[in-house]
DNA sequence: GCAAAAGTGTTGTTTGTACACCCATGT
DNA sequence: ACATGGGTGTACAAACAACACTTTTGC
């Protein structure tokens, strides 16, 4: 769970990022091709070495910037892995993993040097360097409980969005088709949501009605 | 959030225990007074460096066996925290916090040297060593949202115990009366908990009947 | 007028909450 | 007989799940 840079004896603290995207209806994660040190030739989550002047949070904010460009969007922490299978030995340290919910329209990828990023489909993962499966299941497994009582879905959406469009985000990270009328109901209710004001046409059918956030933060519901 | 031993400039990987019980129908943590060192004549969590052969939970584990003696109890990863306030300046390194549910019967507190420890409630904590209180704090959230919906309380009871007994524990964490009928009702229909076929009687009133945990470890419910 | 997605209500089930009295025992 | 904690059932409210048809548009 690491980078490029990679040290030894004194213990290391790496800090990795379970970047999600809704895309093209499936929940994505982004991942970069390691082209050398150990691993060469798998995927794994993008990540770094703690640079000691910047906290937890601070390093994962940096690391999000660095590979999609995007800033202000829901970042927690999610769990800190203790053991680090490094190619053929196990590393001493441990990674200190986050995951962070960004908007794919607003990502830049650096399509920079040797480290290719790519987002791919959480359901059909290669095995990924140090473990990172795990990291990944964790992370979706912790986006699923949170969608039901907290309004995160605000990170994976521009202000104004169809309610068919919410619902296409719930059903992609639930990974199940969820009920139209009960799904409405459930979001006004709630007040996580409300009307826009404005409609959106596309199509050769009825325009849609467009709805906000009623707050773009993370709330319990 | 470190103990005695406290060393400079590398990172610092610290792990720290929040044991909780329930003694006394209250819910209390057990603490450490430093006697030395920064944050000399406060409380603190007790922890200490992460030693490198051993794993995160590993560290975690020994370190509740060396302040309490028990092993086989629930323990699990709260967070990690990546500001040490340490006295006057602020120290590089992260603390992993765990928390730890154990039987006040079955604690052996280790009254030795200059460490002493003690169990205090959680409502009425004194200012800890190392910015503490927030550890706690988020323990005791992280307890009480585990309660509702697994069956943890397993490894604050003995083996047998009456459903009142299991009901003050419910109610010393989470700081509220609950109504006998429905918890009772609730604890039987989920099945976490089944007739262990005795009774007992204790007091100038009808003898109680006595309960098991279903399962003895962590379970979802 | 047809295809395509948007929009809308009702009913039954399950879950949770409120609430008051009798039972078995020791003294 | 009385004080003490153990034990039980019912009625209402809220949340959730299942389910099908009408509306507005582009072509």
Redo the contacts with the bound molecule.
């Keep these: 769970m690491s980078p490029p840079g990679h040290s030894l004896t004194p213990p290391l603290i790496a800090v990795v990022v379970v970047i999600l995207s809704v895309i093209e209806d499936g929940l994505r994660v982004l991942l970069i091709h390691r082209s050398a040190g150990p691993f060469r030739d798998s995927w794994a989550l993008p990540g770094g070495l703690l640079a000691p002047p910047e906290s937890l949070d601070q390093a994962a904010a940096r690391k999000l910037v660095e590979e999609t460009g995007v800033g202000d969007v829901y970042l927690e922490q999610l769990y800190t892995f203790g053991e680090l299978p490094r190619g053929d030995a196990t590393e001493r340290g441990v990674a200190v993993a986050y995951f962070a919910l960004v908007q794919s329209a607003q990502v830049r990828l650096r399509e920079s040097d040797t480290w290719q990023p790519a987002w791919h489909n959480v359901h059909v993962l290669p095995p990924l360097a140090f473990g990172n499966n795990a990291v990944v299941d964790y992370a979706v497994r912790r986006l699923r409980s949170k969608l039901e009582y907290t309004n995160v879905a605000y990170s994976l959406l521009p202000r104004q969005f ?4 919410l619902q296409q985000v719930y059903e992609a990270i639930l990974d199940r088709e969820l ?4 799904f ?3 979001m006004l ?2 007040g996580v949501i409300k009307p826009a004001g404005g ?1 959106r ?9 467009l709805y906000t956030f009623a707050r773009r933060e993370p709330v319990t519901i």
């Design positions: 169809t309610l068919s469009e009920d139209k009328r009960n409405r109901r459930r209710s709630l409609t046409m596309e199509g050769a059918h009825r325009p849609a009605q």
